[in-house]
């Protein structure tokens, strides 16, 4: 496609169910990044594809979230027993080097709001 | 530890008024430096992409400059449109393995009519 795609652009969800985010990135590109962005902050890395290797999964907040690009393409978020606090702003990225140092193309993000 | 500060928070200018908006930061090991356009509801957009050797960087009416010595940052933008009402990101990229990107929480620009 012809930039970063996410799905869905808004959730809402209730305090302990668990929540999937898409994101389909540039086609061709190899590295991948998920962001969270809190409201009134600037992004913070949470994991970083290589095709289908997860090489960096540091930023995760907790082991309820878990990433998975199985087939070196589209990349899936998902958070279990989701809390008031995974409210926020997830980007995605996508890179067509291996190491990302060129620009990321960002995806718009899906805004998730836990009740 | 790792971190990126902006200033000011917020900014309000007339169209057609120059600004400056400034970023300190503090990351090891310094790849690069960028700065990204963040329009309400969309996702950052990169302006420009600086290394350590590099200390100026121009892309249309906005200018980077970087003093890596100093550890700062800034990004100009001339004759300022209604369209540049945004967040400005400045964003310096660490060399881990990879480039993990360290943001700052942006300036808010408002260019009023």
């Known amino acids: 496609g012809a930039g970063v795609s996410q799905s869905p652009r808004y959730k809402v969800a209730k305090r302990g169910q668990d929540v999937a985010l898409r994101c389909d990135p540039i086609s061709g590109h190899v590295s991948l990044f998920w962001y969270q962005q809190a409201l009134g902050q600037g992004p913070e890395f949470l994991t970083y594809?290589?095709?289908?290797?997860?090489?960096?999964k540091s930023g995760l907040p907790s082991d309820r979230f878990f990433a998975e690009r199985p087939e070196g393409s589209v990349s899936t978020l998902k958070i279990q027993r989701t809390q008031q606090e995974d409210s926020a702003v997830y980007l995605c990225?996508?890179?067509?080097?291996?190491?990302?140092?060129?620009?990321?193309?960002f995806g718009d993000g899906t805004r998730l709001s836990i009740l | 530890k790792n971190q990126v500060e902006q200033s000011p928070q917020s900014l309000i200018i007339l169209e057609g008024k120059n600004c400056t908006l400034q970023?300190?930061?503090?990351?090891?090991?310094?790849?690069?430096l960028r700065w990204y356009k963040q329009d309400t509801g969309r996702g950052p957009v990169s302006l420009t992409i600086?290394?350590?050797?590099?200390n100026t960087k121009s892309n249309g009416r906005y200018t980077a400059t970087l003093d890596a010595d100093t550890k700062q940052s800034s990004l100009h933008i001339t004759a300022s449109q209604l369209s540049d009402s945004a967040s400005y990101i400045c964003v310096v990229s660490a060399n881990t393995g990879f480039q993990k990107l360290v943001f700052g929480t942006g300036t808010r620009l408002l260019v009023s009519p």
């Open positions: 990225a996508s890179s067509f080097d291996y190491q990302g140092s060129q620009p990321q193309h």
């Open positions: 600086m290394t350590f050797s590099e």
């Open positions: 594809f290589q095709n289908e290797a997860q090489l960096d």
């Open positions: 970023c300190n930061y503090t990351v090891s090991p310094f790849s690069n």
